[in-house]
């Protein structure tokens, strides 16, 4: 099956710095990655989609200024927190999808940790 | 907001099948189902998806009703390791997938 890896799994930062995540598809091009974030026993939330090449699609009360998205390649996407406060704190998961209609493989997750 | 209905919580005897029910009464006629499972601090999982015909893999078995307005996700012999939450979605292009509270299984020894 495909594979979606992230980096770091595991990231603690100060309030006030910025935090880049990585999102890489191993053995597939993906041509949509998404990325969702996920607070303790809550359910996964949709936070934005991004396509190669174009800009992302934040959903409703997603701050695109401050959850930057780049999907240089057809391979990594990268979330970068800006200036984290601890309310940022989560569990943040992307994941992939070969082409429309295809099912969305999912990473390992990254957890943030903003003190 | 969550389009499908599932029961919070279910257990299971290691072994015996595990049936899982979701209710997706609001479906359209080109929405898969798909269904997911994440195991704790882990990221979900594919297990198997459908459109109208029942369809089995190496995972699960997905029973679709015939007005499509609910489905049961079984797994025919659950393990320890089966433990985990369980998401039932409907989706027209699997670009837009909207994950609900999902169903806590635990399987016991």
């Known amino acids: 099956g495909a594979v979606v890896s992230q980096h770091p799994s595991r990231v603690i930062c100060k309030s006030g710095t910025s935090v880049k995540i990585e999102c890489r598809s191993l053995?597939?091009?993906?041509?949509?990655m998404f990325w969702y974030r996920q607070f303790p026993k809550q359910s996964l939330m949709l936070m934005a989609t991004?396509?190669?090449?174009?800009?992302?699609?934040?959903e409703q009360g997603v701050e695109k200024d401050k959850f930057l998205i780049n999907h240089a390649s057809l391979t990594l996407s990268t979330l970068t927190v800006t200036s984290a406060h601890p309310e940022d704190s989560s569990f943040y998961i992307c994941?992939?999808?070969?082409?429309?209609?295809?099912?969305?493989?999912f990473g390992p997750g990254t957890r943030l940790t903003v003190t | 907001d969550a389009k499908t209905t599932q029961p919070p919580s279910m257990d299971c005897a290691e072994g015996r099948a595990a049936n899982l029910p979701c209710n997706h009464s609001?479906?359209?006629?080109?929405?898969?189902v798909y269904w997911y499972r994440q195991i704790h601090s882990q990221g979900p999982q594919y297990i198997i998806h459908g459109l109208k015909n029942n369809e089995t893999n190496e995972m699960a078995s997905l029973i679709i009703t015939e007005d499509r307005k609910s489905s049961t996700l079984i797994l025919p012999h659950a393990t320890l390791r089966d433990t985990a939450v369980y998401y039932c979605?409907?989706?027209?292009?699997?670009?837009?997938?909207?994950f609900g509270a999902g169903t806590r299984l635990t399987v016991k020894p």
């Open positions: 053995d597939f091009q993906a041509t949509t």
């Open positions: 991004s396509n190669e090449g174009s800009k992302a699609t934040y």
């Open positions: 994941s992939a999808n070969l082409r429309q209609g295809y099912e969305q493989y």
């Open positions: 979605i409907f989706t027209y292009n699997n670009n837009d997938m909207r």
């Open positions: 609001t479906i359209s006629g080109n929405e898969y």
